[in-house]
């Protein structure tokens, strides 16, 4: 089946951890995506990568770091200095003009 | 910069009824537009999309959706809501290809 895993699909982390999520895509794509979700504020992009060994930031990229070595793999790193991070995170990758999303991970700081 | 506008956080409706849903985007070009539907706890998926084709786009699930230039709207209605239609609903834009802009989203509730 093509398409786009996410893993943990929940996961709990005491505060000052670091934490990575997996994003891993079998579709072909070039262009991969994380969004974070918070209740009441739809999809906020916090980084995004057009190719491999290139991304950029988004529109909320403190606190978060990532990385591109391999096309089908984009995984998020949330750090310490992401104050609020207990949000629910999508990745997505994307053809031309159409994204495609993955299952998502909740995260939950305790 | 392009933005989207989705009117009513919350929009409840009784099985059966026509299904309503509000978009209005800004754009300083002519944009591609998107709506996606979200179960609770699953990511998105593509209702449908407008590409400068047809202005009225049919998508999965017996929702559709029209492009109006003028009112700079692409509203999402399905003519008799169901019980399984009951999720959250985002309606996004773009005006380079694959990045998008999302609205806030709106819930969608059906009563039987």
């Known amino acids: 089946d093509g398409g786009i895993t996410q893993s943990p699909k929940y996961l709990f982390r005491k505060e000052g951890q670091n934490v990575t999520l997996s994003c891993e895509q079998n579709l072909n794509h070039d262009a991969m995506y994380w969004y974070r979700q918070d209740p009441g504020q739809g999809l906020r992009l916090i980084y995004y990568s057009q190719i491999v060994n290139d991304f950029q930031k988004g529109d909320i990229a403190e606190g978060y770091s990532v990385s591109r070595e391999k096309k089908e793999s984009f995984p998020l790193t949330v750090t310490s200095a992401q104050k609020n991070p207990t949000a629910f995170y999508l990745c997505?990758?994307?053809?031309?003009?159409?994204?495609?999303f993955g299952p998502g991970t909740r995260l939950t700081v305790l | 910069a392009q933005s989207v506008t989705q009117l009513g956080s919350h929009v409840s409706v009784s099985e059966g009824a026509l299904v309503l849903l509000r978009c209005n985007y800004s754009?300083?070009?002519?944009?591609?537009l998107f709506w996606y539907v979200q179960y609770p706890n699953q990511g998105l998926q593509l209702l449908l999309k407008y590409t400068s084709a047809a202005t009225l786009v049919k998508g999965i699930n017996g929702f559709e959706a029209e492009f109006k230039k003028s009112e700079t709207s692409f509203h999402l209605t399905k003519p008799s809501a169901h019980m399984s239609d009951a999720a959250e609903y985002f309606c996004?834009?773009?005006?380079?290809?694959?990045?998008?802009?999302f609205g806030g989203g709106t819930r969608l509730m059906v009563k039987p």
């Open positions: 997505a990758s994307s053809t031309e003009n159409e994204q495609f």
């Open positions: 754009s300083s070009v002519p944009p591609y």
């Open positions: 996004a834009v773009s005006e380079a290809g694959n990045m998008l802009t």
